[in-house]
C-alpha cells in the first residue's frame, strides 16, 4: 500500500492512538499472549496494524478474529490478510452465544467505527455480546466517526455495566465527505466492572 494512500494513514494514525491510548493498559497486565476479537470488522483494514501493534506488545503468540455480517467483507478480508495470524468469520454478532468457535477470555475486543445511531438496539446487543468475551483483565476499545455517536456508544456502554477508562478525540482524524464525520474521531477504552 502506498504511504500516501489515505487508508495508509489512517493506519499510521489507528497506530499511535492504540500505542497513545491502549498500550498503558495491556502493559499493566504484562501480558505473554495477545487474543484479539475485532466485532463488525468489514473487511478489516486495520488487521496489519493490530496484529504488528500487538506483536510488538507481548513476546508470545498473536491471534485475531475478525467477525461481520457481510459475507463479501468477510471474504475480502480472508483475501487481503491471508498471511497474518488471523481469522476472518460470516458471524452475527449479536448472537455470539451460538457460536463457540470464537472462544472468550479476549485481551482486546475492538468495534471499530462502531455504528449505534444507525440501530441502537441492536448495537446494545453487539456491545453486550463485546463485553462478555473480554477476558477478566480484557479491554473493550471502539471507535467511532461522529462526536453525538461517541457518546451514545459510551452511555450505552456504561448502562451495560463497562467502565470507562479512558476516551481519547483524535485531532489528526481525516475527515470525509459527511459533516462532523472523521475516520477514528475518538477511541475509549473500557473494562467490565
Ligand atoms: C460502520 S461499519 C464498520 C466496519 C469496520 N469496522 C470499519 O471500521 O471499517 C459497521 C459494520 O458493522 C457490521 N454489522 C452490522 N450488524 C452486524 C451484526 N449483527 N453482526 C456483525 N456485524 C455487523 C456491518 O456489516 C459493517 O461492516
Not at 495477545?34 to 470488522?41: D, F, G, H, Q, V
Not at 464525520?181 to 473494562?191: C, E, I, P, S, Y
Request: some cysteine; overall charge neutral; glycine content about 6%.
Amino acid at each position: 500500500m502506498s504511504s500516501d494512500n489515505p487508508i495508509a494513514k489512517d493506519m499510521r494514525v489507528l497506530d499511535s492512538l492504540l500505542r497513545e491510548n491502549v498500550a498503558p493498559h495491556l502493559r499493566e497486565k504484562a501480558l505473554r499472549d495477545m487474543r484479539i476479537l475485532n466485532l463488525a470488522c468489514g473487511q478489516c483494514d486495520e488487521a496489519e496494524t493490530l496484529v504488528k501493534f500487538a506483536q510488538e506488545e507481548t513476546p508470545g503468540e498473536v491471534q485475531l478474529i475478525g467477525a461481520d455480517i457481510r459475507i463479501r467483507e468477510i471474504l475480502q478480508a480472508r483475501e487481503q490478510h491471508a498471511k497474518l495470524p488471523a481469522e476472518f468469520l460470516l458471524e452475527d454478532a449479536t448472537r455470539l452465544d451460538a457460536h463457540k468457535q470464537i472462544g472468550d477470555g479476549f485481551n482486546m475486543v475492538l468495534l471499530r467505527h462502531q455504528n449505534f445511531w444507525h440501530g441502537p438496539e441492536l448495537w446494545k446487543k453487539i456491545f453486550e455480546q463485546g463485553l462478555e468475551r473480554t477476558g477478566d483483565d480484557g479491554l473493550l476499545v471502539i471507535t467511532s466517526y461522529y462526536d453525538k455517536e461517541h457518546r451514545l456508544a459510551l452511555d450505552a456502554l456504561k448502562d451495560l455495566g463497562a467502565e470507562l477508562i479512558e476516551t481519547k478525540h483524535n485531532l489528526l482524524a481525516r475527515k470525509l465527505r459527511k459533516p462532523g464525520k472523521f475516520v477514528d474521531k475518538h477511541m475509549a477504552v473500557l473494562r467490565r466492572k
